[in-house]
């Protein structure tokens, strides 16, 4: 019997940070990560579901969508690009809370990862948009993931040249983070 029939799935769902815009896939976090898990001998098969240019708004259809290759956990990453168009984060919180009640529902593990807009969206703006992550995960019960792109937002040497989206370097990063992550939660 192979290994494979008792493995376990970890899907990232997420938008251009998921995807790995702008870099080669392989160097993309989930795909870095994947490879730390099979250097490890580990279970954990992972993947990701990244649509550049997504919202909170296509979660709950895109979760119902990853759902059915029945992940073990899904670390949900969603809200960025609410955050960097200034959608109103009412609305944000909203679109998670209706993803996040159906997965409860269907008793699908979710880790939901942290997300922050840039400094020039304004302090009031920034920590209304912060505050939705840990509220969401205590009134549901899930997980809180780390932010994603700790140790690599806001340094140039990290991103690529429109200061969002992080370069290999900045992947790599995110790949060690949040896999010393994983390690202790899975």
């Known amino acids: 019997m192979s290994s ?17 815009y702008g870099v080669p896939q392989e160097a993309a976090f989930p795909q870095l990560i994947e490879q730390k898990f099979k250097q490890d001998k580990s279970e954990w098969i992972i993947s990701a579901s990244g649509s550049s240019g997504s919202t909170s708004a296509s979660t709950l259809s895109r979760l119902k969508w990853i759902s059915k290759d029945k ?39 979710i880790i939901l990862g942290q997300l922050h807009v840039p400094p020039n969206y304004g302090k009031d703006y920034g920590k209304r948009f912060t505050e939705i992550f840990p509220r969401l995960a205590k009134k549901y019960k899930v997980k809180l993931g780390p932010f994603l792109l700790n140790d690599v937002a806001g340094k140039p040497k990290l991103n690529q040249a429109d200061g969002i989206h ?13 896999y010393k992550y994983l390690k202790k939660e899975l």
Do not use: C, Y
């Open 166 to 178: 992080p370069n290999e370097k900045g992947h790599a990063i995110i790949a060690n983070n949040i």
């Open 4 to 20: 494979q029939s008792f493995a376990k799935k970890l899907i990232f769902l997420g938008d251009s940070l998921t995807e790995g």
């Open 71 to 109: 992940p073990d956990v899904v670390f949900v990453l969603m809200g960025s690009n609410d955050g960097l168009r200034g959608l109103k984060v009412e609305e944000t919180e909203k679109n998670l809370s209706q993803a996040l009640e159906w997965a409860s529902e269907q008793k699908i593990k």
